[in-house]
């Protein structure tokens, strides 16, 4: 059996029983390394494995790999080659790290692959092309529509028949540990005769997954739903900031725009549907109305019980978890938003980022935003160190978590934190390039 087929071969390197990253996991992302020389990487424990140095030492010449595939600041490249060669070197790796390998006692290999993760900096790991951000979980949508439209009828009547999304903004994604400032914008609130401009006051948090998308087919092809999966690279936590005040005057009629663009944050270990494997999960039904045949027949197993948790440490004070949910709550699936994204022939490349929308579940301690966890405000929470928040507010660090977790098992994507600075002043004159 190949190792990262057992759940119970461990690696010779040590992984602590709480790590999200074990030998069964082996993720895909970019490092600074000490030199400061931009790598592809992978992680087993709290060492990143350096994917130039193992191809330069002949590990993947088997697979015939592009000479300095590895010697890149994204993973777009490496993508491109398909999910045969994800597999590929995935399963090389595993089989390097199971303990007993050859490598094991080779230290002066080891010393070229092996970086002390605290000695590194693990960067955005693709260039995204596009972004997509889905509105698929039907307890947040529920929430949302009963908030602000009519708690009868809470969903747009389009809303059951097909996954709903929009195109984000793909220059301001980035990676984990970046701060966020607090954007400007246009805000009126209902009773406002006019609207103002300035600072948003009710800045927030989504949490969500994104999975990163493979090369789609050329010539303008869609992809059926039967093999969405082959173009899904792997999934990573994405925190879409949102400014709801701006939202809320900007949305009608095209969606958001400024209250979204500013700041989309994700976390920098890729994990693939391959080490998500075991804790596959069913969606829930859709049989009332049943989906349209090409949003039909998705893969058993069409989501994955990802435990997912968000946190809020004020600057100086420690954490309170505001929210705890799951990403097996999702209505739409990943194969069902990528078949309909496509169906009309949108082409798809390698790294495009695929935003699940917020996830929330069925109950107010497991909703995936301030806004409904607060209920627009109304309802402020306390957080450890005595103070209450509605929104987010400066200085602020929003951190979440995901882990997968079975018969001893566990499979996690580490975490994707930010701070939330001040505003930056706004100078017209500031604008100009001269």
């Not at 590895?70 to 490249?77: P, R």
């Not at 693990?122 to 439209?149: C, I, K, Q, W």
């Not at 400014?243 to 900007?250: K, N, S, Y």
């Amino acid at each position: 059996m190949h190792p990262l087929s057992d759940p119970k071969t461990p690696s010779f390197l040590p992984v602590s029983e709480h790590s999200d990253f074990p030998l069964q996991n082996i993720p895909f992302g970019v490092i600074e390394r000490p030199d400061g020389i931009y790598v592809c990487a992978s992680r087993i424990g709290d060492v990143a494995i350096d994917l130039n140095a193992l191809q330069q030492l002949g590990y993947f010449d088997e697979l015939e790999l592009p000479e300095g595939l590895f010697v890149q600041e994204a993973l777009n490249e490496f993508i491109s080659l398909g999910r045969p060669v994800w597999r590929g070197v995935r399963q090389i790796i595993g089989a390097l790290y199971a303990q007993g390998s050859k490598l094991e006692g080779n230290g002066k290999q080891r010393e070229e692959i092996e970086w002390p993760i605290d000695q590194v900096e693990a960067v955005l790991p693709v260039l995204v092309g596009d972004y997509t951000d889905f509105y698929a979980s039907r307890e947040h949508a529920t929430n949302v529509g009963s908030m602000f439209r009519d708690p009868d009828n809470a969903l747009l009547p389009n809303w059951l028949h097909l996954p709903v999304g929009y195109h984000g903004r793909s220059s301001t994604i980035i990676e984990s540990g970046m701060p966020v400032h607090r954007p400007h914008g246009q805000r009126k609130g209902p009773q406002d005769p006019a609207p103002v401009f300035g600072p948003s006051l009710k800045v927030d948090f989504e949490l969500e997954m994104a999975f990163i998308t493979g090369d789609g087919p050329v010539g303008y092809s869609s992809i059926p739903i039967a093999r969405a999966e082959e173009h899904i690279f792997g999934l990573v936590l994405l925190n879409d900031w949102s400014a709801r005040d701006i939202q809320q005057w900007e949305y009608v009629p095209l969606g958001p725009f400024l209250a979204k663009n500013f700041a989309t944050s994700i976390s920098p270990w890729i994990v693939t549907l391959d080490a998500l494997a075991p804790f596959r999960t069913e969606r829930p039904a859709q049989e009332d109305p049943s989906p349209l045949p090409y949003l039909q027949q998705d893969p058993a197993g069409a989501n994955v019980d990802v435990h997912l948790e968000v946190s809020i440490a004020p600057e100086g004070h420690p954490e309170t978890v505001v929210c705890v949910s799951n990403f097996k709550h999702m209505y739409w699936s990943m194969a069902q938003q990528l078949a309909h994204h496509s169906i009309n022939g949108c082409l798809i490349n390698a790294g495009d980022c695929m935003g699940s929308g917020t996830i929330s579940g069925p109950d107010k301690g497991s909703f995936g935003s301030m806004l409904e966890i607060t209920w627009n405000g109304k309802e402020p929470i306390s957080l450890s160190d005595g103070s209450e928040r509605s929104f987010i507010e400066d200085n602020d660090t929003v951190t979440m978590r995901g882990y997968c977790k079975k018969d001893g098992l566990r499979i996690g994507f580490g975490e994707v934190s930010a701070t939330l600075k001040p505003a930056l002043p706004w100078n017209p004159s500031s604008t100009s390039k001269n």
